[in-house]
Structures are given as C-alpha cells and as structure tokens.
C-alpha cells in the first residue's frame, strides 16, 4: 500500500460547525503533515507530527486542531472557521521520524466555508 | 521565509516537444522533489533526488540535483496532451531537519493537441 488516504473528498461546512478531517497511510511513515493550499499556489505547511508528536505548528489559528491517535492516522478538526479557511487540504507521509523520503501526498478534502 | 525561484511560470507547448523547467534555491539543499498536480487532486510525485549531481528519469521526465545543492531542472520529453498541470519543485534545506518541504511557486503547463 503505497498511499495516503484522505476523506471526506469534499465538505461544505458553516463558520458554526465543528468537523474533521481524516488521514491514513499504511507505509510505516512515521512523519506527518498537514498543508493548506490555495488555488494555483504551492501547498502551504500547517503542522508536523514526527512519532506521533506535534514537532511543528506553523502559527495555525486555534481553530484548526491537530490530533496524530496513532502511527497510521491523523485527524484535523475544524471549528468556527472563516470563509477564507476554504481551500484544499492536503495530507502527506514520509519515512522516518524527520526527513523527506518518500514523501507522499494524499489527493486532499476540498473544504468550502459557508 | 526560505524560497525557492522557479520558472518559468507558465508554459503553452505544442504536442511532441520537449519542455523544461528549473528551480533555483539561495541556500544548499539535500533534497529535491518534483511533483505534478492535476486539478482537485493532491501532488504526485515524480522524481525525487537525494545526491548532487543526480541524474534520474522516470519515462519521458529526467532530472538532475545540481553540482552546486542549489538547483535542480525538470525535462519533458515529447510532450503529450496529459502532461498538462501544474508542475512543482519542492526541496529540503541542509539546515532543516524537519521533514518541513520549500516549495516552488509552480510551472503551469499547457499542452497544445
């Protein structure tokens, strides 16, 4: 299994709702990331999780939470986000704890504020 | 931030030529990634090189990591009509050892039947 696995595909949610956003990968990577990425721009990072710790917040508004349960999962959870927030997710995985082997993206959750 | 210049922006070829493209870094990298990105979906990476110098194909594409850790190119070889996206470099600072990817700003390309 060489991929990172991303749902919901979509979601349209309103600046009140609380959801989340899932991620799952199956390669023993033992890094992972969240990216924020805006039309025809490169992916932004948001957080790192390396070991199932956060090692990196990029300065990420409190309203986006990460949560790394285990070695193969990780979630982001939304709440009270703006319309601005609307872009496409995107989840990725590399080998070891730091470090870009193998670096590889999930196809992202596009998400629309309303 | 840490930035990585790559052009050209933008590209409109025609079917069956051969397309390059370059990113350029102020620092040293050890690591260069290219990736290709369709619309709504997430980057697919093509080519990935960890040695200065490197030289790696993958079908029609070839790379090179430069001598000098601060660049890297991307060639296309006779361009067919779904080669069309947007094309990143992406690369890893020596001084980071983050797993944090430098991103480029992207070449679209454009691919002409």
């Known amino acids: 299994d060489t991929e990172v696995t991303q749902t919901p595909k979509h979601l349209v949610m309103g600046m009140t709702n609380k959801k989340s956003l899932k991620c799952e990968q199956h390669?023993?990577?033992?890094?992972m990331y969240w990216y924020k990425q805006k039309a025809k721009k490169p992916p932004e990072l948001m957080f790192v999780?390396?070991?199932?710790?956060?090692?990196i917040n990029e300065s990420v508004p409190s309203r986006f939470s990460p949560e790394c349960p285990n070695s193969s999962l990780l979630n982001l959870h939304l709440h009270a986000l703006q319309p601005e927030d609307s872009a496409l997710y995107l989840c990725?995985?590399?080998?070891?704890?730091?470090?870009?082997?193998?670096?590889?993206f999930g196809s992202g959750t596009r998400l629309t504020v309303v | 931030g840490q930035q990585l210049n790559q052009s050209p922006q933008s590209m409109f070829i025609q079917e069956g030529e051969d397309v390059s493209m370059n990113c350029t870094s102020s620092?040293?990298?050890?690591?260069w990634l290219w990736y290709k990105q369709d619309p709504g979906e997430g980057p697919v990476l093509l080519i990935a090189?960890?040695?200065?110098?490197e030289l790696t194909s993958n079908g029609r594409l070839t790379a090179q990591f430069g001598i000098t850790r601060k660049d890297s190119f991307l060639n296309i070889s006779a361009s067919i009509p779904s080669d069309v996206g947007i094309y990143f470099c992406?690369?890893?600072?020596?001084?980071?050892?983050?797993?944090?990817?430098?991103f480029g700003q992207g070449t679209t390309l454009q691919v002409k039947p």
């Open positions: 620092s040293i990298f050890n690591t």
């Open positions: 090189l960890y040695k200065a110098g």
């Open positions: 390669m023993g990577h033992r890094a």
């Open positions: 990725a995985s590399s080998h070891r704890g730091q470090g870009s082997y193998g670096y590889t």
């Open positions: 999780y390396s070991y199932e710790k956060l090692s």
């Open positions: 992406a690369g890893q600072s020596v001084s980071s050892n983050t797993g944090k990817l430098i």
